[in-house]
């Protein structure tokens, strides 16, 4: 028989090991946060360096769905279309604007290593399909070229997305705001800031409906729920998902989340609702819409997945945080999937005054109230493809 001395020490030797299993006394540390250092490379590395920061690049849920192939003079990136969120985004549209983000950090990489970068979008249309070949997505041609080094290619390993509060208080300002604006704008891709408070407002509401959505659809939360990783372990075994070091909660809040056991499906979907509401809502200065002529247009998919990269890079520069919240668009492509009506769409292009444009990316922007952690990432040698 233990006795009672005994079977607290035993007890307190499980808690020692459940806190170590479950990186409680670690952040952001271990092989899988090894890519966020390692970052620029070395001149050994060849075509390969850019990669190194293409991999660090925005991505949805940090599925992280590229592979890339590298040639003479030249990259080739695929969609690895196994890598998808399934009924979150059935035309694997944010796929490719994780995609179009990889490119434009290669290009940012690329161009600071002494290389000219040329892209080539493949063209084509997103549809549904359950084959997971990859698919080519891009075509980058490198020739030599004078290294050019700026503020984006320096943003790229802190760039890091906060789900955390936001100084509600602190106005972004216009000038800023135009300046971002313009990073982004052409032809087929444009932003709006929603400053005005009663038109935040509204889009603030449309994307609580839009999350409330997501959870009382059974499919919808259940493809969420497996990119979700917890403990050191399983960080490890996967490098990519979302992490509890990355929710944005505070640093006792994420101790006692890590050490507690894990929660079923729906506790976490209503903890993500009330976030998403009390929290990333409720504290923001700016929300912002990335919209285009056609958002299943697949290069105009990889030129939003660009822009979002250079805007949210740009942002970091100007120590500013930002966070996708594009629950009303992957509600709007789940309702083109299964044939229902839609009204997130007229709604998203009647509050920022875009007609002809549709929504691809809802975010928001502000001042953060604390730093955000890095996010797991597969090795490089994981992501090349022969």
Avoid at 49 to 75: E, K, M, Y
Wanted: charged share 20%; net charge neutral; proline share 7%.
């Amino acid at each position: 028989m233990i006795g009672g001395g005994a079977a607290a020490g035993l007890a307190f030797a499980g808690a020692i090991y459940r806190a170590w299993d479950r990186g409680v006394w670690s952040s952001s540390e271990g092989s899988a946060y090894a890519p966020w250092q390692d970052w620029q490379g070395q001149a050994t590395d060849g075509l390969q360096r850019p990669l190194r920061a293409a991999i660090l690049a925005s991505n949805p849920h940090d599925t992280q769905p590229w592979l890339f192939g590298v040639g003479a003079g030249a990259i080739t990136v695929f969609a690895d279309r196994s890598r998808h969120l399934g009924s979150f985004d059935p035309f694997r549209r944010e796929m490719h604007l994780g995609l179009g983000a990889a490119v434009e950090n290669l290009v940012l990489a690329a161009r600071s290593l002494g290389w000219v970068a040329d892209v080539v979008p493949a063209p084509g249309k997103l549809g549904v399909s359950p084959d997971d070949t990859p698919l080519l997505a891009a075509r980058v041609t490198l020739a030599p070229a004078p290294p050019t080094r700026d503020t984006l290619f320096d943003a790229i390993p802190y760039r890091h997305t906060n789900r955390g509060p936001y100084y509600a208080d602190q106005p972004i300002g216009g000038e800023r705001l135009k300046r971002l604006a313009a990073l982004v704008a052409s032809d087929a891709v444009r932003v709006a800031f929603v400053e005005d408070a009663s038109a935040r407002g509204e889009l603030a509401a449309l994307i609580v409906e839009a999350t409330e959505r997501i959870i009382g659809d059974p499919q919808m939360s259940a493809d969420s729920a497996r990119w979700f990783r917890t403990g050191r372990r399983d960080i490890e075994t996967h490098r990519d998902g979302v992490t509890i070091d990355t929710a944005g909660l505070s640093p006792l809040m994420t101790a006692t989340a890590k050490f507690m056991p894990d929660t079923d499906a729906n506790s976490a979907d209503r903890y993500w609702l009330a976030m998403t509401k009390d929290t990333q809502l409720s504290t923001a200065p700016i929300l912002g819409v990335i919209l285009v002529r056609d958002r299943l247009d697949m290069p105009t998919a990889i030129e939003a997945g660009r822009a979002w990269q250079r805007l949210q890079l740009a942002a970091t520069a100007e120590r500013l945080a930002a966070q996708p919240l594009n629950q009303p668009v992957e509600c709007i492509d789940r309702s083109a999937m299964i044939g229902q009506a839609d009204s997130f769409r007229p709604a998203i292009v009647k509050l920022t005054a875009t007609p002809g444009w549709e929504p691809t990316f809802v975010f928001r922007l502000g001042l953060a109230q604390r730093p955000a952690s890095p996010s797991p990432r597969r090795a490089l040698r994981e992501v090349l493809r022969s």
